[in-house]
């Protein structure tokens, strides 16, 4: 049987990443629930997943599936290099202007505000050693949709880097991107999924850390606090043996 990806399937990878976001929301009301056991009696309350029609008002996606269709659209114009990446940080502005009702992060505020697409180096922002958080991750599965091959690799690492710390700069933030897209490129390829940790922290990591050191921005910065994040993956490898 021919396993290999449609574009059904990416519609639908597209499609329900927007209803998951939608659901695990809810309109601000699960957003900070820390409590998963609460979010599933609340779930049953209203009358299991089966009975919830995902549409407004009740039920807008967040910030992150804005920010995700961002990333998507920009991708889909084709552009590559620099010129992707000031047209992703034109889009990350305009989708900023649409968060009435959503709960963007600190990081993402901030990183945003910052940007400055269409000068010299305007994709980039300093350094923020607090930005460590998963705004990141929430918006770059699709640069794993556009460059799911292993040969592409570099090429994902790289967006997905550069798109990533332009609002979390930290690697514990920026390397949650790479983790998104390279385990959406893992999907697409059919990997089985107890070998998408080790191809984090072996294959796609090392990339990251070099495509960081060899262009040269906060490159002191992002070495000083670059092993949290993988270690933190070693960890979790190693507790689930």
């Not at 809810?26 to 309350?45: D, F, K, T, V």
């Not at 949709?145 to 292993?150: A, N």
Request: aromatic share 8%.
């Amino acid at each position: 049987m021919d396993r290999s990806a449609t574009v059904e399937h990416y519609k639908a990878a597209m499609l329900l990443s927007g209803a998951g976001d939608a659901l695990g929301y809810r309109n601000q009301l699960w957003e900070y629930n820390e409590s998963g056991p609460a979010i599933h009696q609340e779930l049953q309350e209203l009358g299991g997943l089966k009975n919830i029609r995902v549409e407004l008002p009740d039920w807008p996606v967040s910030d992150d599936t804005v920010l995700h269709l961002a990333t998507a659209e920009g991708l889909a114009t084709g552009k590559a290099g620099e010129e992707l990446l000031h047209e992703v940080a034109g889009r990350y502005v305009e989708g900023m202007k649409d968060m009435e009702g959503r709960k963007p992060g600190p990081s993402s505020i901030l990183g945003v505000f910052q940007l400055k697409p269409g000068e010299e180096g305007g994709f980039r922002v300093p350094y923020n050693s607090e930005a460590t958080g998963c705004g990141a991750a929430m918006r770059s599965m699709c640069i794993g949709l556009r460059y799911p091959k292993p040969s592409e690799l570099l090429s994902l690492v790289a967006v997905a880097v550069e798109t990533g710390r332009m609002t979390h700069p930290h690697p514990t933030g920026f390397l949650g991107s790479v983790a998104s897209a390279v385990f959406t490129a893992y999907a697409v390829q059919r990997r089985p999924i107890t070998t998408w940790g080790l191809g984090l922290i072996n294959e796609a990591c090392p990339i990251a850390r070099k495509f960081v050191q060899d262009r040269g921005f906060a490159v002191e910065e992002t070495e000083r606090d670059w092993s949290y994040f993988c270690d933190k993956w070693q960890w979790c490898e190693l507790l689930r043996g």
